[in-house]
T-cell receptor, first 114, second 116 residues
Framework: AQSVTQLGSHVSVSEGALVLLRCNYS??????LFWYVQYPNQGLQLLLK??????LVKGINGFEAEFKKSETSFHLTKPSAHMSDAAEYFC????????????FGKGTMLLVSP | GAGVSQTPSNKVTEKGKYVELRCDPI?????LYWYRQSLGQGPEFLIY????????DSGLPNDRFFAVRPEGSVSTLKIQRTERGDSAVYLC??????????????FGEGSRLTVL
């Protein structure tokens, strides 16, 4: 069975500050890992994905995440937050590539203040 | 269309009524998924179609929930005898379904169901 834990339902940062959203996973096989973002009144959008290639994955809008097997983590970071980054972020895990029954975490709402 | 389209965007119904939610996936995507997102939770898997057949329906909570995809494109999620606990946003997603793909899902904006 697979599961995802996202620490912190809400994270607040100032504009220009480092963004760190935490994700830990549990999987019985080497996982495929994803971060999705949901802007207000929009559908979930893929931010980045890890599929067993490079452990440091770069995504859209300056976000990146590092897969750390020893820590079973896939934390999302961005060096400098922008007001437009305010959204809800979901980490997800899958145990298969072509058939993606994703298991999502509960989400972390990122709040960015001026 | 260019993206996954879901209708209606909002549905308010009374307890005990029957509801249908429709999903039109990205053209050419063979895989289609339904998820349910309750308040304060992440999306939870309901059912997965590959073509016309339900390849995995292990996430359907009970026999009041049923989904079809008769022609391998549009899908309808059907909920009988709705209960207040069914209130949630129902998300549809599609993917290319190709073997060896990285399985990126493309989501619609969801159908918000409120059962009074």
């Amino acid at each position: 069975a697979q599961s995802v834990t996202q620490l912190g339902s809400h994270v607040s940062v100032s504009e220009g500050a480092l963004v760190l959203l935490r994700c830990n996973y549990s999987s019985s096989v080497p996982p495929y890992l994803f971060w999705y973002v949901q802007y207000p009144n929009q559908g979930l959008q893929l931010l980045l994905k890890y599929t067993s290639a490079a452990t440091l994955v770069k995504g859209i809008n300056g976000f990146e995440a590092e897969f750390k097997k020893s820590e079973t983590s896939f934390h999302l970071t961005k060096p400098s937050a922008h007001m437009s980054d305010a959204a809800e972020y979901f980490c997800a895990v899958s145990e298969d590539s072509g058939y993606s029954t994703l298991t999502f975490g509960k989400g972390t709402m990122l709040l960015v203040s001026p | 269309g260019a993206g996954v389209s879901q209708t209606p965007s909002n549905k308010v119904t009374e307890k005990g009524k029957y509801v249908e939610l429709r999903c039109d996936p990205i053209s050419g995507h063979t895989a289609l998924y339904w998820y349910r997102q309750s308040l304060g939770q992440g999306p939870e898997f309901l059912i997965y179609f590959q073509g016309t057949g339900a390849a995995d329906d292990s996430g359907l909570p009970n026999d009041r929930f049923f989904a079809v995809r008769p022609e391998g494109s549009v899908s309808t999620l059907k909920i009988q005898r709705t209960e207040r606990g069914d209130s949630a946003v129902y998300l549809c997603a599609s993917s290319s379904g190709l073997a060896g793909s990285t399985g990126e899902l493309f989501f619609g904006e969801g159908s918000r169901l409120t059962v009074l």
